[in-house]
Each structure stands twice: as structure tokens, then as C-alpha cells.
């Protein structure tokens, strides 16, 4: 089946500090792959995704490769501020007849200190 | 561009009551919808897909008489909470895909208490 795995938090960071938030994923085929940022109290924002093998998304100063070889999307930011703070949720997309389903990690809590 | 509004971001009711909770796609026309229930501090579950003009699509698990989707059209779909009792009390959000389109841009959500 489909699913997606990623590191538990929470994550606590000072300013400044390098990020990555680690994500593998199961699923037949070639799904796409997403990051999606919850902020608190609100939806959930596109943060990036890649569509295919070796493809690299980015915004914002964060980067994820779709690795293949080791099902992997791992999100990573060289440098983490304050405002960063959120939920970082891993997906994968699958088409079925309905339309994209998505099918969502658990979501990393981020902190950044100050 | 699309984005996606929901309303109302927060209600509260009392135990019977039926909620209805709309999903607008503001400058982009969408032929699917979706509706999640998140808990706290938990990920996101899929509730059902709605397609404009037809019956959504349930996922296992879900009670079709008691959320009730419509998908009137390709910029408004709404869910329907009803007899509504404490166990639904829940954060809910609606998502939408462009025509074609693979990415889902996701509602701001609606926060549910019911008492």
C-alpha cells in the first residue's frame, strides 16, 4: 500500500541552525511528492514538491530531493529562523479514479528559539 | 492564485445540531474537493473526495449520512455535520485540485466544538 513515514518530534532548534526533517515513503508506481507547512490554528500551506526521480523542489530557503533509490524526500533548510515555527507534513500523491489522493505523514513539530 | 477559503473558522454548537461548513475555491475552478479531519497533534485523515455534480466518495470508516458533502459547484462544496455530538468536535479541512491539476491547496480549516 501507500504510506508515508516521518521523523518524530518534536524538533527544537536555535536560530540559524540547519534543518532536516526526514521522510520515506511506500507506494506502488510514481507518486509525487509533497511538504506542506501548518502554521498554528491554520490550514495547511504548499511548501513545495517534485514529480519525478531526482527532481528537487525548493521555497523559502527549504530544499527536498525525490530519491527513488532509497524512497526518500527528506526536507532540509540551511538556516532556521524564528518564523519558521510549524508542522512540517510529508505526502505523496496518488491518481485513482476519484481524483489525487493524498496520503499524509504524521507531521514533524518544528521550534525555532530564538 | 489558488487559494481556498472556508467558512465559518470556528464554531461552536450544541449536541443535536447540524453544522454546515462551506469550501470555496476563490480564483481557480475545481472539479474535486476533499475533506480531512485532523485531531490534535495528529495528521490529517481523508473524510471523503467530492466531485462536481455527483456523490462523493466516502472513505472506510466514514459516516455518509452523518457528513453529508455536496459539490454544487466547481468553486463551493460543503459538508454537513449532523446531529452533531461531542466526538466530532474537530478540526476540519477542505482541499481543492485545479482542473487537471495534481497539487491540493488546502482551506485555512474550521474548528468545531461541539458541547
Known amino acids: 500500500g501507500n504510506s508515508v513515514t516521518q521523523m518524530e518530534g518534536p524538533v527544537t532548534l536555535s536560530e540559524e541552525a540547519f534543518l532536516t526533517i526526514n521522510c520515506t515513503y511506500t507506494a506502488t508506481g510514481y507518486p509525487s511528492l509533497f511538504w506542506y507547512v501548518q502554521y498554528p490554528g491554520e490550514g495547511l500551506q504548499l511548501l513545495l514538491k517534485?514529480?519525478?526521480?531526482?527532481d528537487k523542489g525548493s521555497n523559502k530557503g527549504f530544499e527536498a530531493t525525490y530519491r527513488k533509490e532509497t524512497t526518500s524526500f527528506h526536507l532540509e533548510k540551511g538556516s532556521v529562523q524564528v518564523s519558521d515555527s510549524a508542522v512540517y507534513f510529508c505526502?505523496?500523491?496518488?491518481?485513482?479514479?476519484?481524483?489525487?489522493?493524498?496520503?499524509f505523514g504524521t507531521g514533524t513539530s518544528l521550534t525555532v528559539i530564538p | 492564485g489558488a487559494v481556498v477559503s472556508q467558512h465559518p473558522s470556528r464554531v461552536i454548537c450544541k449536541s443535536g445540531t447540524s453544522v454546515k461548513i462551506e469550501c470555496r475555491s476563490l480564483?481557480?475552478?475545481?472539479?474535486?474537493m476533499f475533506w480531512y479531519r485532523q485531531f490534535p497533534k495528529q495528521s490529517l485523515m481523508l473524510m471523503a473526495t467530492s466531485n462536481e455534480g455527483s456523490k462523493a466518495t466516502y472513505e472506510q470508516g466514514v459516516e455518509k449520512d452523518k457528513f453529508l458533502i455536496n459539490h454544487a459547484s466547481l468553486t463551493l462544496s460543503t459538508l454537513t455535520v449532523t446531529s452533531a455530538h461531542p466526538e466530532d468536535s474537530s478540526f476540519y479541512i477542505c482541499s481543492a485540485s485545479v482542473v487537471g491539476g495534481e497539487t491540493q491547496y488546502f482551506g485555512p480549516g474550521t474548528r468545531l466544538l461541539v458541547l
Open positions: 517534485a514529480t519525478k526521480a531526482d
Open positions: 505526502a505523496l500523491s496518488k491518481r485513482r479514479n476519484t481524483g489525487n489522493q493524498f496520503y
Open positions: 480564483d481557480f475552478q475545481a472539479t474535486t
